[in-house]
Antibody
Framework: EVQLVESGGGLVQPGRSLRLSCAAS????????MHWVRQAPGKGLEWVSG????????GYADSVKGRFTISRDNAKNSLYLEMNSLRAEDTALYFC???????????????WGQGTLVTVSS | IVMTQSPATLSVSPGERVTLSCRAS??????VAWYQQKPGQAPRLLIY???TRATGIPARFSGSGSGAEFTLSVSSLQSEDFAVYYC????????FGQGTKVESK
């Protein structure tokens, strides 16, 4: 069974940092590109960042570029998102998603985790 | 690329045929996917490549279109299909539509 389990969310003050993790199981992790997608309360989906299987190609939404860093550890079947200089508008449920087209940065997302909630507030 | 979905909300009864629309601000070829999201759940992939059903998706779901106009159809809506539906383009980076909520009439 495919599982993506996010962790690391919580309440953080504006300007502070947070690191999200996503543990993958049930599929060959290093065959997949991986992404972070967020959803603000009551709002739609917003792509945040993506990384192909080899980490050679990485992309960020303009709203987080320069503040967030995506990385992966294929040996640990894990995906990460380092979030710095957090703002109130970063408040959202952050989903980890896997894309079967491992060499493509832009593709559909086959698997999704249940999300971890990040709240940025003083 | 901006993806615009219509309508924002659709009120339907079980058994009805449902058609959801998604328009891209420029051509995205066939690089469009559709997702279903129920309250408190993660999105689920329904359709990719504009018209290919994902594994395990019932045949009542179908997708069509290319270029800038896309459609998701549900031939006979079941009670478990009430949800929010999102389109996504992945031709040039990734963007999602704002969603269409399918609710019970």
């Amino acid at each position: 069974e495919v599982q993506l389990v996010e962790s690391g969310g919580g309440l953080v003050q504006p300007g502070r940092s947070l690191r999200l993790s996503c543990a993958a199981s049930g599929f060959t992790f290093d065959d997949y590109a991986m992404h972070w997608v967020r959803q603000a309360p009551g709002k739609g989906l917003e792509w945040v960042s993506g990384i192909i299987w080899s980490s050679i190609a990485i992309g960020y939404a303009d709203s987080v570029k320069g503040r967030f860093t995506i990385s992966r550890d294929n040996a640990k079947n894990s995906l990460y998102l380092e979030m710095n200089s957090l703002r109130a508008e970063d408040t959202a449920l952050y989903f980890c998603a896997g894309a079967r087209e491992g060499m493509e940065l832009w593709s559909n997302f086959d698997y999704w985790g249940q999300g971890t909630l990040v709240t940025v507030s003083s | 690329i901006v993806m615009t979905q219509s309508p924002a909300t659709l009120s339907v009864s079980p058994g009805e045929r449902v058609t959801l629309s998604c328009r891209a601000s420029q051509s995205v070829g066939s690089n469009v996917a559709w997702y279903q999201q129920k309250p408190g759940q993660a999105p689920r992939l329904l359709i990719y490549g504009a018209s290919t059903r994902a594994t395990g998706i019932p045949a009542r779901f179908s997708g069509s279109g290319s270029g800038a106009e896309f459609t998701l159809s549900v031939s006979s809506l079941q009670s478990e299909d009430f949800a929010v539906y999102y389109c996504q383009q992945y031709n040039n980076r990734v963007t999602f539509g704002q969603g269409t909520k399918v609710e019970s009439k």
